[in-house]
């Protein structure tokens, strides 16, 4: 042995040689053993690349062997010198690549897309890289008698819908309901969300664009409305509901200054940016859709009541959903939480189908709300409450001045925070015009109500999130 030891020494470089094809061989062997793949393989192809119109449903990573352990492991993007970062393939594919693609104006620019993955496996270090090509298609070329082979500009989503509103039965979709009171109905309302879309926005025309009427391919749109028989529609919405994946659904109740037609357009909208998977419903109570008309939202939010608590019961009670999310925004929080309160009172039993309530920006006096209405919620749903505030609010600031008592979707010193309860502060990131619609407007809320759904992760574990306290009582803060 001691021999063998001896030549070895006196042929140092033999030595090299052999490490140093040892460590190209495991190199090669790393890089030839990919453990993370493309699920959509086509796009590393050399005639593939992606555009502003590209289906991103399939743009996901998985693992060659699920059972595979990554230490490690690490995804970068780059794009027009833009990053991101990710440390979980979940994370990754949950990521709205599409939104970020045309901030970045990367479409444009027409430069490659770059994924580099790094991880450990059996502490042998492993990194794979895709490059994917990127282009834009102009959709006013398009309309002008080009052609593309990549179907429609737009993508149409069926969201259900009950409503005590009047039917005009008006051939202008926008105008179907009108802001009379009338009985309960119910129904399906096709909506389309064009490839553009950026999250957040409802895209409507704009006379500073000459856009004088709705175009799918730009525009969010209604396309066909189908009125149900009350068996029908819920036979219908749980038939639909059974092909989603965690057989779920959300129902949305909208705020003051809200007609049928932007409900239903919000409600399509939030779907397709959260990426949900089971089905979207929205109830449209007869808001008067006008600025100036605030009493007599308060009066028709309050006649519903009881419609709400009926199609709240029904849904609950026929959907055929093992996953509910309760979504209530502004005025539209006195319906829901009353309607919820009276349901869990008369139906107990029905809790168990409830599995998240977010409250966005409640038009509810903050004491009654906090002294009324949060405890008997959180007693008796038992359920995670979610209560987006903002100081930025000018709706909210206006009916406090109107009122002369804070709003529940108050922050600040009166911000109401409560067991059971985890209060999200958005103040600061708010985009529309009238800080008003944050919640649906701004692509760091709408991640955060991702996160809460996708994850079902509380507020401490959220990555969008900080800890903040007030008065020794702790609540968060969206990061900016």
């Known amino acids: 042995m001691l021999r063998v030891l001896t030549q070895l020494f006196h042929k140092p470089l033999s030595i090299i040689y052999l490490f140093v094809a040892l460590m190209f061989s495991s190199s090669l062997l790393a890089q030839n053993n990919d453990y993370i793949k493309l699920q959509d393989s086509t796009l590393v192809k050399l005639d593939s690349c992606l555009n502003n119109r590209s289906d991103y449903s399939n743009f996901k990573l998985i693992k060659v062997q699920p059972s595979t352990s990554l230490d490690s492991l690490k995804i970068q993007v780059a794009a027009n010198y833009k990053t991101e970062e990710f440390q979980t393939i979940e994370r990754f594919n949950a ?106 926005e409802v895209e409507t025309p704009s006379i500073w664009k000459f856009e004088f009427s709705e175009d799918p391919s730009k525009h969010v749109m209604l396309h066909e409305i189908t009125l149900l028989e009350k068996q029908k529609f819920f036979k219908k919405l749980a038939d639909d509901i059974q092909k989603s994946e965690k057989k779920s659904t959300f129902l949305f109740v909208h705020g003051y200054n809200t007609s049928f037609s932007e409900a239903a357009k919000r409600t399509a909208q939030i779907s397709y940016d959260l990426k949900f998977d089971g089905k979207a419903v929205f109830y449209s109570w007869p808001s008067q859709a006008s600025t100036f008309r605030y009493g007599k939202d308060e009066e028709n939010i309050e006649w519903s009541r009881k419609n709400i608590k009926r199609f709240l019961e029904d849904y609950l009670s026929k959907s055929g959903a093992k996953e509910i999310y309760l979504v209530a925004h502004s005025m539209g929080n006195r319906g829901l939480t009353r309607a919820i309160v009276e349901v869990m009172e008369s139906k107990p039993e029905l809790r168990s189908k409830i599995k998240e309530i977010i409250l966005a920006a409640p038009d509810i006096d903050a004491d009654v709300f906090k002294n009324e209405i949060a405890p008997q919620m959180v007693s008796k749903t038992k359920k995670p409450i979610t209560l987006y505030v903002s100081a930025d609010d000018l709706a909210l600031k206006a009916s406090k001045l109107l009122h002369g008592n804070p709003r529940a979707g108050d922050a600040g010193e009166k911000m109401v925070i409560l067991n059971g309860i985890e209060t999200i502060d958005a103040t600061g990131i708010d985009t529309s015009f009238l800080s008003h619609s944050y919640f649906a407007d701004t692509n760091s809320i709408i991640s955060d109500i991702f996160d809460i759904i996708q994850s079902g992760q509380r507020a401490l574990k959220r990555k969008s999130l900080y800890l903040a306290k007030l008065k020794n009582e702790i609540y968060w803060k969206v990061k900016q």
């Open 95 to 200: 990521f709205d690549f599409k939104f970020w693609l045309l901030s970045n104006d990367s479409f444009k620019k027409g430069n490659d897309f770059e994924i580099r993955i790094t991880y450990l496996i059996d502490n042998s270090p492993i990194e794979q890289t895709f490059k994917i090509c990127l282009t834009y298609i102009d959709n006013n070329k398009i309309g002008r008698g080009l052609t593309t082979t990549e179907g429609p500009d737009f993508v149409k989503l069926p969201i259900y819908f009950g409503t005590d509103r009047n039917y005009t039965s008006s051939e202008d979709l926008n105008k179907a309901f009108g802001v009379e009171r009338s009985k309960l109905k119910y129904g399906v309302v096709d909506v389309s969300i064009p490839h553009d879309h950026r999250v957040g």
